[in-house]
């Protein structure tokens, strides 16, 4: 974003929006659970199907399941009285999750256009238009990138800012990817299934380019920092210039997939602490929304 009205310098209110992004990403920016909710929009409703999809083991399956059971995004139902046998399907919170799967597929068809998966298929089937067309201000239908969103901060409610989170997070990085996960958004699970990573991508976004800048906002330990940096890299979205990092024009083109999980996040958690910051399309004026993506499933 250029030029933005927040200033790199102001570290509460940079605090404040990774307080907003860390209770999406607790939920959902996981490279599992992502493989999960990615599986259950292709059809799966069954736990041998969701092994199957994904490749992942049974405990983490498991695991996965009951959580996003618990935070809202799936329903078990039984499908089998004799045995008792039961399905996983999306609710309504999972289903309007579609708005983000869609950016990410976005974004992966324009920058790994050479690697198709099943998802962005999906993704494609249902879109009206192009799904590797330019972002659209929902306001005004005007193409847009990042570069014309204004950041506007409420100053009062900072004042509301929870406290910083103490809770265990799970790794989202350890072990090798499971073939089955790659296979449905491949470098977006690296990208987007980790909390970390996402919170180094907004302070990029907030123009933090040191190493030091990046772990005294995100607390993150170095050696995490170290990895997760390399790993940003590595994907394409951020480069190394005069001995700091800034996102490359894809880094630049995430910010629909960061925009679609702010709108989704406001929409359907129950307890959310709203970011302070205002996205205002300059040429209209309006607050930035996406347009609705819905998924066109029987």
Same mark, same amino acid.
């Given at each position: 974003?250029?030029?933005?009205?927040?200033?790199?310098? +102001?570290?509460?209110?940079?605090?404040? %929006?990774?307080?907003?992004?860390?209770?999406?990403?607790? @939920?959902?920016?996981?490279?599992?659970?992502?493989?999960?909710?990615?599986?259950?929009?292709?059809?799966?409703?069954?736990?041998?199907?969701?092994?199957?999809?994904?490749?992942?083991?049974?405990?983490?399956?498991?695991?996965?399941?009951?959580?996003?059971?618990?935070?809202?995004?799936? @329903?078990?139902?039984?499908?089998?009285?004799?045995?008792?046998?039961?399905?996983?399907?999306?609710?309504?919170?999972?289903?309007?999750?579609?708005?983000?799967?869609?950016?990410?597929?976005?974004?992966?068809?324009?920058?790994?256009?050479?690697?198709?998966?099943?998802?962005?298929?999906?993704?494609?089937?249902?879109?009206?238009?192009?799904?590797?067309?330019?972002?659209?201000?929902?306001?005004?239908?005007?193409?847009?990138?990042?570069?014309?969103?204004?950041?506007?901060?409420? =100053?009062?409610?900072?004042?509301?800012?929870?406290?910083?989170?103490?809770?265990?997070?799970?790794?989202?990085?350890?072990?090798?990817?499971?073939?089955?996960?790659? +296979?449905?958004?491949?470098?977006?699970?690296?990208?987007?299934?980790?909390?970390?990573?996402?919170?180094?991508?907004?302070?990029?976004?907030? $123009?933090?380019? =040191?190493?030091?800048?990046?772990?005294?906002?995100?607390?993150?330990?170095?050696?995490?920092?170290? +990895?997760?940096?390399?790993?940003?890299?590595?994907?394409? @979205?951020?480069? $190394?210039?005069?001995?700091?990092?800034?996102?490359?024009?894809?880094? %630049?083109?995430?910010?629909?997939?960061?925009?679609a999980i702010q709108d989704w996040a406001d929409t359907w958690l129950a307890v959310r602490y709203r970011s302070p910051v205002r996205l205002i399309h300059r040429a209209c004026g309006q607050v930035f929304h996406l347009p609705p993506a819905r998924p066109n499933r029987a």
């Amino acid at each position: 974003m250029t030029r933005p009205s927040l200033s790199p310098s +102001d570290a509460v209110a940079i605090n404040a %929006v990774l307080a907003a992004v860390r209770q999406a990403a607790d @939920v959902v920016c996981d490279r599992w659970s992502l493989a999960l909710i990615l599986a259950a929009f292709l059809g799966e409703t069954r736990f041998g199907g969701f092994m199957t999809r994904t490749g992942m083991a049974n405990r983490l399956v498991t695991a996965r399941l009951r959580s996003l059971e618990a935070e809202g995004l799936l @329903v078990r139902l039984p499908y089998s009285r004799r045995p008792l046998r039961h399905e996983y399907r999306l609710t309504n919170m999972g289903e309007a999750f579609f708005e983000v799967v869609a950016q990410m597929a976005r974004w992966r068809r324009i920058w790994r256009p050479a690697e198709e998966d099943p998802i962005a298929v999906l993704v494609a089937a249902c879109a009206e238009g192009p799904i590797d067309g330019p972002l659209i201000c929902g306001a005004c239908g005007a193409a847009v990138t990042a570069r014309d969103i204004e950041l506007r901060l409420n =100053r009062a409610q900072l004042q509301t800012m929870p406290a910083k989170q103490t809770a265990h997070r799970r790794s989202t990085q350890a072990g090798a990817p499971s073939p089955g996960a790659q +296979d449905l958004l491949g470098p977006c699970l690296d990208v987007f299934g980790d909390k970390w990573g996402i919170e180094i991508i907004i302070c990029a976004f907030m $123009r933090l380019r =040191r190493f030091g800048d990046f772990r005294a906002q995100t607390g993150i330990a170095a050696s995490i920092l170290t +990895d997760r940096l390399a790993r940003l890299t590595e994907a394409g @979205v951020l480069e $190394r210039v005069d001995g700091g990092y800034r996102l490359t024009p894809c880094g %630049v083109d995430v910010y629909g997939v960061l925009i679609a999980i702010q709108d989704w996040a406001d929409t359907w958690l129950a307890v959310r602490y709203r970011s302070p910051v205002r996205l205002i399309h300059r040429a209209c004026g309006q607050v930035f929304h996406l347009p609705p993506a819905r998924p066109n499933r029987a």
